[in-house]
């Protein structure tokens, strides 16, 4: 049988696939453990700077194995629980969800956990374990109203309504909105546009972002410059002069390193 998450490579970029498309990706208990050896893989190549999370046969994720659920063998386990779930732990390098298709339930909270969200304009948002009194132990109560608001929030999650991929660009759920089945080809041309940018103050950068949500604000921005050093250390000097030697001027594209 085929392996229910698999991972490709193309050079500094590593696409994560969920394949399990006869069931439109839902994953088991063994899946989402997969999913979380294959992320902290990732996170431990330093030769992999940016990755895809994205599924096989036109579906993100559709949440938890229902049928597994049923069974009773999922019950108690939580995709942000500290027992290999796949959205426990935040990385150190970003994250990019290709989403086609169904992105509901559990499948939504594996999309919010990623750093950035391209999607199909035909994807669907969803928690749609609503409807059969399913919790979203995942770190999507967390994450979503961090995104989007919690009004906005509090309406996906207490209606279980579908969200449109159209809906999700305009609320700031989908940071780019593509033509159907574009989602991934999308995911991976931005991830190789992160992976080819300075990466020291692009992950001071992203740190600080994230970490800010703990601290209290005179705390934060003590994180933020402290955290900067290096890049102005290793970097932005040599940077600084190029610019100044007339590269990259009125926002033109230039040639970067690592």
Excluded: Y
């Excluded at 600080?208 to 949500?213: A, E, F, N, T, V």
């Amino acid at each position: 049988m085929p392996d229910t998450v698999f991972v490709e490579r193309n050079g500094p970029v590593s696409t994560i696939i969920i394949n399990r498309p006869e069931v439109k990706n839902a994953c088991n208990v063994e899946t989402v453990r997969k999913l979380h050896r294959a992320f902290h893989a990732f996170d431990a190549d330093p030769s992999a700077k940016v990755a895809v999370l994205t599924g096989a046969g036109g579906s993100f994720c559709a949440g938890a194995d229902l049928a597994e659920l049923a069974s009773g063998d999922a019950l108690g386990f939580c995709w942000a629980g500290d027992d290999e779930g796949a959205t426990r732990d935040v990385l150190t390098k970003p994250v990019i969800a290709g989403v086609s298709g169904a992105a509901v339930a559990a499948g939504l909270a594996l999309a919010v956990w990623c750093d950035l969200r391209v999607v199909d304009e035909d994807a669907v948002f969803g928690v749609f374990c609503r409807r059969f009194g399913g919790p979203m132990p995942n770190g999507c109560t967390v994450r979503l109203p961090r995104l989007i608001g919690q009004s906005r929030a509090l309406d996906m999650m207490l209606t279980g309504r579908a969200v449109s991929g159209e809906e999700a660009f305009q609320i700031g759920l989908a940071n780019r909105l593509v033509h159907k089945g574009q989602a991934r080809a999308a995911a991976e041309a931005l991830a190789h546009e992160l992976a080819g940018m300075p990466q020291t103050a692009m992950l001071s950068d992203r740190e600080s972002l994230l970490k800010q949500w703990s601290l209290p604000e005179a705390e934060a921005i003590r994180f933020e410059v402290k955290n900067s050093e290096a890049a102005f250390r290793d970097a932005f000097q040599s940077g600084a002069q190029r610019f100044t030697g007339g590269e990259g001027r009125h926002g033109e594209k230039v040639e970067s390193g690592a």
